[in-house]
Every structure is written in C-alpha cells, then in structure tokens.
C-alpha cells in the first residue's frame, strides 16, 4: 500500500528566505505527483503536477523535483512571503490504473513578517 | 472561466439522517472524484465517476454512494450519517480517466454531524 508522508508537519520561517518542504512515497511505481496549496477552511489549490517522464516543474518562485528511484519529491519556495503561509499538500497516483490520489497529511507553513 | 464549485458550503446534520452534496466540475472536465477530509489529515479517496459510471472506490463503506449526471455534475450521497462522518468533502475533476491529467479540486462542504 502506498504511504506518502511530509517532513516537517510544520515550518516556521522569516519572510524573505529559501525553503524546502519534503514528501516521501514508499511505492516507487507513482505515476504522477501533485503539490497543492490549502488554506485554513478551504479546498486544495493545485501548485505543480510532475508527469512521470519529468523530473521537475517551475512556476514563479516555485519548483518542484521528483526522484522516483529514492521515492522523493521537493518543493522549493524562493523569498517566502507572509501571503506564502498555507498547508502545503503533495500527492501520488498510485501506479497506472489507479486513479486516486494518495495524500500527505501536509507540512503547516507559517512566514513571519 | 469556472473552476470547480460545491454546494452547499457548510452543512449540519443529525446523527442517523442522510446528506446530499453536488459537485460541478471544471469547464471541459469530465471526470469528478470525491475525497474526505478529517482535521488536520490528508484527504482520503472516497470514489471516482466518468462516464456516469463508478469507475473506483476506496475504503469507504456503502453508506456513501454517489452519482454522476449526463452534464458531468456529480452528487455524494452519505446514508445513516454517524459522529465520524463530519469533515470537509472535497470534489476533484479532471479530464478523461489518463494518469498525465492535472486534478483541480473544489473549495469543499464542511459537513458537521451531532
């Protein structure tokens, strides 16, 4: 059964800086992997989707990695922002022919002004 | 153009009464999931619709049966509702049942059960 879980659960950083968050999968036969953004209350907004052929996904200040064979993926945020502070998700399609996705509980980003 | 919407928003239930909650998808979007989420939990696959046809389920029990409209919308029914049940439901829609497809996700009816 396929595990995803996010490292560290929460972050707290000063505006301006660099930061990584973590997702970790146990089954490296993913398909896709998606990081979403949630705000306190609200449904998951879609950051970046990596397709199995791909290794990375940027946009704007964000970048996203994925490492199948060490069953890793990242995603970098440059000069963080107050506006930033969000429950960052990373999810995994299973294997080809499933078609849910598996969560992370999430990492809790909070930037201080 | 409209992304994903949910109706209703917010909703409280008694324990043992049913719910409906609807789901339209994103324009051009023909495949809709639906996901519960408990606090402070990563959200859990409940079923996926295409075709107006169940396509996968999840480990969820068949008091949660759902349904999908000649238009796309979807609805999720949860029968004999318990304490357990409340959490946020969140809708997903995507295009067609491929795996290279980006899911875009609704803002979710919190469902409150006493």
């Known amino acids: 059964k396929q595990e995803v879980t996010q490292i560290p659960a929460a972050l707290s950083v000063p505006e301006g800086e660099n930061l990584v968050l973590n997702c970790s999968f146990t089954?490296?036969?993913?398909?896709?992997l998606q990081w979403f953004r949630q705000d306190p209350g609200k449904g998951l907004t879609s950051l970046l989707l990596?397709?199995?052929?791909?290794r990375e996904q940027t946009s704007g200040r964000l970048n996203a990695s994925l490492d199948k064979s060490s069953g890793r993926s990242t995603l970098y945020i440059a000069a963080s922002q107050p506006g930033d502070s969000a429950t960052y998700l990373c999810a995994a399609y299973v294997r080809a022919g499933s078609y849910q996705l598996t969560f992370g509980k999430g990492t809790k980003l909070s930037v201080i002004p | 153009d409209a992304g994903v919407t949910q109706s209703p928003t917010h909703l409280i239930k008694t324990r043992g009464q049913q719910v409906t909650l609807r789901c339209s998808p994103k324009?051009?979007?023909?495949?809709v999931s639906w996901y519960q989420q408990a606090l402070g939990q990563g959200p859990q696959f409940i079923f996926q619709y295409y075709e107006e046809e169940e396509r996968q389920r999840g480990n969820f029990p068949d008091r949660f049966s759902g349904h999908q409209f000649p238009n796309y919308s979807s609805e999720l029914n949860v029968n004999a509702l318990l304490l357990g049940d409340s959490a946020l439901y969140l809708c997903?829609?995507?295009?067609?049942?491929?795996?290279?497809?980006?899911?875009?996700f609704g803002q979710g009816t919190r469902l409150t059960v006493v």
């Open positions: 324009s051009g979007h023909d495949t």
């Open positions: 990596i397709q199995s052929s791909q």
């Open positions: 089954d490296s036969a993913i398909y896709n």
């Open positions: 997903a829609s995507s295009l067609g049942l491929g795996l290279s497809t980006e899911a875009f």
